[in-house]
């Protein structure tokens, strides 16, 4: 009789348990991916942890450029490629995609070949703070705060048409032109969350009022100060940041 009950029992319950499991499937999952970002940062400061731009961020990102075939579109920490394809593409641009990871690089190549866009877009495994960009009219980044902060020698060294476009993160310190929020509704539902997308123009003139929160953002404003950034303003009252910016530190990108 009991054993009976028990055979009833998983079968009446089997659709329940596999919901069950399923749940703790999905739970597992995002806890995952949590401990991925809770790890100890990597001490080099060019390391970020890769995720894939979804498609309607993609989309909006390209349309806030604004772009035409004759510009020359770079993807600094360029993932799998997307954005400058997508652009190839789209409006006929060039365009090159930068990273450190020699697999991505492989992986973009391919994705490029399959687009039919091998002839317009090139990739190369750089750290992307010693890329000169001086030629492109537009960047698109999907960097950490701190490590979008760290280009801006380099973007201030664009032409005065230039664009930045970023996604989710800011460039601190630096007037947004335009901002979006973008939903996206592909891929699995708890992948369904809101973006941000920040559009810069050129000529990226830091504000020297703006308050830096934390160790690697006090370091990152620190490093573009020594190097002498384009600023807007001068400061109201002098940071600690400021007054330390003139002495030797160790938060040089790629270090």
């Known amino acids: 009789m009991f054993q009976r009950m028990l055979v009833w029992g998983l079968v009446l319950g089997g659709g329940g348990l596999l919901a069950w ?15 991925l970002y809770r790890q100890p940062e990597p001490m080099d400061p060019r390391e970020i942890h890769y995720v894939p731009t979804p498609p309607p961020v993609v989309a909006k990102m390209l349309a806030m450029a604004n772009l035409s075939g004759s510009d020359i579109v770079l993807d600094l920490g360029c993932g799998d490629g997307r954005l400058v394809i997508e652009a190839a593409k789209q409006f006929g641009c060039r365009g090159r995609g930068y990273d450190i990871d020699p697999e991505l690089i492989e992986l973009c190549e391919q994705n490029a070949r399959e687009a039919g866009v091998e002839h317009l877009v090139d990739f190369y495994i750089q750290d992307i703070y010693e890329v000169d960009i001086s030629d492109a009219t537009v960047v ?8 979008n902060l760290r280009l801006l020698p380099q973007l201030q060294s664009m032409a005065d048409t230039a664009r930045v476009i970023t996604h989710d993160f800011e460039l601190p ?3 947004i032109v335009e901002e979006a929020k973008v939903q996206n509704d592909t891929g699995p539902n708890y992948m369904h969350i809101s973006h941000r997308i920040f559009l810069y123009h050129a000529p990226f003139l830091f504000d020297l009022d703006y308050q830096p929160e934390g160790k690697k953002m006090i370091e990152a404003v620190e490093y573009v ?6 600023t807007r303003n001068e400061p109201t009252e002098k940071s600690e940041v400021e007054r330390s910016a003139g002495e030797p530190t160790n938060a040089d990108g790629g270090s």
């Open 140 to 147: 698109m980044l999907y960097l950490l705060p701190e490590m």
């Open 225 to 230: 100060l020594q190097r002498r950034v384009l």
């Open 173 to 175: 310190g630096v007037q």
């Open 21 to 35: 499991f399923g749940l703790i499937g999905r739970e597992k999952f995002l806890y995952e991916q949590m401990e």
